[in-house]
């Protein structure tokens, strides 16, 4: 019975903390009350430290634990962050040596003034609860104060994509009081660019971190001038993917489009097959390759330069076939139209006469060709000469009772040199070398479209 008040009292002894315990047992004393009672005597949470004294300096750091999503859509990135703020509190003082510290239940906050610091730019945010609430509160002898939280937020950041996606972005991470002015808190990074950890180690799946750095600044608004401190942090997109899923195919199908300049023109469906299907191929590419991006038009982004300059080619190729076609076809179209016209001719001049289309009228000089030698082609040059009408009716009549006069065999050869040369002004005189010179012009036109491309983008 005796053991077992003894044993109780122990129990209550240590829930109380009224007894301590040596190497001879239990000690049973009164103990002194807790620090974080005495502390709370008298304290007053809505009032912030240095009361009328002058403001408040706190210090911040970060730990980014990890950037979840990158958003080139919504121009946003979503991360978690632990935030660990320091600042001193007279009210909060304790006797110790000074780096005695008490730490308190994070469901303790109520209790205590803590700084009202907010991030402008988040979309949004949440503090995790798994499985209590995510804070921390430690209180040094010295009156200072740790206050630790982990928060998960979206970012806003505003991206320039016109280099996209060889782009290069700056973000930023904002902290900013929201009810105090600079009258009231100061902030300030603790160990400045060291005050920011885990951006080193951190891997992302489409960006790499180049660098980054903190800076101090204000806000200023209509309300007055708070503190802000700023982190900024440089992303550079891999580009390497891009290569493998845009950039290669769409070279490709460029250079599929010229396997029809060495199809003969007479395959018009194997040339349209190759013309058409590289044209929709190009067109489903362009289309995923927006899925991703923002619907927006102020951003004329370099992907789109280059899919633009890829359907342009193949576009150029298909038209250039049509073009082929359409003056083979006009080609063979005039040199029936040719072999008709002498036939014609023939037929109608076969016994030597020429039909007199008109009367000739009194008082009237009449036109009559006078055919020379033969020229270097072979055939008699005709030239007209006045006559009266008397004399060109007679000399006329002679000349179709004669030999024929110049409309024989030599002068049809006079209307082929005509029809020849109207040939030439209407067609081209070789439509398969279009074929030919489309095999060089091409491939060195795309060739140096891709030069100044890459240079502009990746050096300008």
């Given at each position: 019975m005796l053991i077992n008040i003894q044993e109780?009292?122990?129990?209550?002894?240590?829930?109380?903390?009224?007894?301590?315990?040596?190497?001879?047992?239990?000690?049973?004393?009164?103990?002194?009350?807790?620090?974080?009672?005495?502390?709370?005597?008298?304290?007053?949470?809505?009032?912030?430290?240095?009361?009328?004294?002058?403001?408040?300096?706190?210090?911040?750091?970060?730990?980014?634990?990890?950037?979840?999503?990158?958003?080139?859509?919504?121009?946003?990135?979503?991360?978690?962050?632990?935030?660990?703020?320091?600042?001193?509190?007279?009210?909060?003082?304790?006797?110790?040596?000074?780096?005695?510290?008490?730490?308190?239940?994070?469901?303790?906050?109520?209790?205590?003034w803590i700084p009202d610091t907010f991030i402008p730019d988040s979309?949004?945010?949440?503090?995790?609860?798994?499985?209590?609430?995510?804070?921390?509160?430690?209180?040094f002898s010295n009156g200072t104060v740790l206050y630790a939280l982990r928060i998960t937020a979206t970012i806003a950041c505003n991206m320039d994509l016109t280099k996209y996606p060889m782009d290069r972005q700056v973000c930023t991470l904002q902290l900013e009081s929201w009810g105090?002015?600079?009258?009231?808190?100061?902030?300030?990074?603790?160990?400045?660019?060291?005050?920011?950890?885990?951006?080193?180690?951190?891997?992302?799946?489409?960006?790499?971190?180049?660098?980054?750095?903190?800076?101090?600044?204000?806000?200023?608004?209509?309300?007055?001038?708070?503190?802000?401190?700023?982190?900024?942090?440089?992303?550079?997109?891999?580009?390497?993917?891009?290569?493998?899923?845009?950039?290669?195919?769409?070279?490709?199908?460029?250079?599929?489009?010229?396997?029809?300049?060495?199809?003969?023109?007479?395959?018009?469906?194997?040339?349209?097959?190759?013309?058409?299907?590289?044209?929709?191929?190009?067109?489903?590419?362009?289309?995923?390759?927006?899925?991703?991006?923002?619907?927006?038009?102020?951003?004329?982004?370099?992907?789109?330069?280059?899919?633009?300059?890829?359907?342009?080619?193949?576009?150029?190729?298909?038209?250039?076939?049509?073009?082929?076609?359409?003056?083979?076809m006009q080609h063979q179209t005039l040199e029936e139209l040719q072999r008709d016209l002498l036939r014609d001719f023939k037929e109608s001049n076969g016994n030597g006469s020429i039909p007199m289309s008109r009367s000739v009228q009194p008082n009237q000089s009449v036109e009559i060709a006078s055919c020379a030698d033969e020229d270097e082609d072979g055939g008699r040059t005709c030239r007209p000469e006045a006559k009266s009408p008397d004399v060109a009716a007679h000399e006329t009549g002679l000349k179709v009772r004669g030999s024929g006069g110049c409309m024989d065999g030599r002068c049809t050869s006079s209307v082929r040199r005509a029809s020849h040369k109207v040939a030439r002004v209407f067609s081209v005189e070789n439509p398969h070398n279009i074929d030919r010179h489309s095999r060089a012009v091409f491939p060195m036109a795309f060739l140096f479209v891709n030069v100044l491309y890459w240079l502009y983008y990746l050096f300008i």
């Open positions: 109780t009292r122990i129990c209550k002894c240590l829930l109380a903390r009224r007894c301590f315990r040596s190497d001879q047992g239990f000690i049973m004393f009164p103990c002194p009350d807790p620090p974080v009672e005495k502390l709370m005597k008298g304290y007053n949470r809505y009032l912030r430290p240095n009361f009328n004294e002058g403001p408040v300096e706190i210090g911040m750091s970060l730990d980014i634990a990890s950037i979840d999503a990158i958003s080139e859509i919504n121009m946003d990135y979503t991360a978690t962050i632990f935030l660990r703020q320091r600042w001193r509190d007279s009210r909060l003082v304790f006797p110790g040596n000074g780096n005695e510290s008490v730490s308190v239940d994070g469901r303790l906050v109520s209790l205590l979309k949004r945010s949440f503090l995790h609860d798994v499985t209590v609430e995510n804070r921390l509160i430690r209180i105090y002015n600079l009258q009231d808190v100061v902030f300030y990074w603790t160990r400045g660019n060291d005050s920011v950890k885990g951006l080193d180690t951190l891997r992302l799946a489409q960006y790499s971190i180049e660098s980054y750095y903190t800076s101090v600044s204000e806000a200023v608004y209509e309300t007055g001038n708070y503190p802000k401190l700023v982190l900024h942090f440089a992303l550079r997109r891999n580009v390497l993917f891009f290569i493998l899923e845009t950039y290669v195919p769409s070279t490709l199908l460029v250079v599929l489009s010229w396997v029809s300049f060495w199809i003969s023109q007479s395959s018009v469906p194997a040339r349209t097959c190759i013309g058409v299907t590289t044209v929709l191929t190009m067109t489903t590419l362009m289309m995923g390759a927006r899925t991703s991006l923002p619907n927006a038009n102020c951003f004329i982004k370099a992907i789109d330069v280059y899919l633009g300059i890829c359907f342009t080619f193949i576009f150029g190729a298909l038209l250039e076939y049509a073009c082929a076609h359409f003056c083979t």
